[in-house]
C-alpha cells in the first residue's frame, strides 16, 4: 500500500460520515506493514502481556505510564516490544 491509497482510503471512510477511530486501525496496519516489511504491527497488545501482574502491578501499563506524555524513541519501541 502506497501513503496515496492510504490518504485515500481513510478519506473515503472519513467522508463516508460512518467511520470512528477503531475504522482505521487496519488501513495503518497495512500501511505500516508494506513501508516496513520487517516490523509486525498490532492492532492491540496482547492481553495476555497487557494483564500479566509481577508483585501487584502490570508492568505493561506501568511501562507506559511512567512515559506518558514524552514521544517514544526507536529504542523505548525495541525495549517494549
Do not use: C
Not at 14 to 36: A, P
Not at 60 to 67: G, I, N, S
Amino acid at each position: 500500500m502506497t501513503i496515496q491509497e492510504y490518504v485515500s482510503k481513510i478519506n473515503s471512510r472519513y467522508i463516508s460520515g460512518i467511520s470512528t477511530e477503531h475504522s482505521y486501525r487496519g488501513d495503518l496496519q497495512n500501511l505500516l506493514e508494506s513501508l516496513v516489511p520487517d516490523v509486525m504491527v498490532s492492532k492491540e497488545p496482547s492481553r495476555m502481556t497487557w494483564d500479566f501482574y509481577i508483585g501487584g502491578y502490570q508492568p505493561a501499563q506501568k511501562w507506559l505510564k511512567e512515559r506518558k506524555g514524552r514521544v517514544l524513541n526507536f529504542e523505548d519501541v525495541l525495549h517494549y516490544q
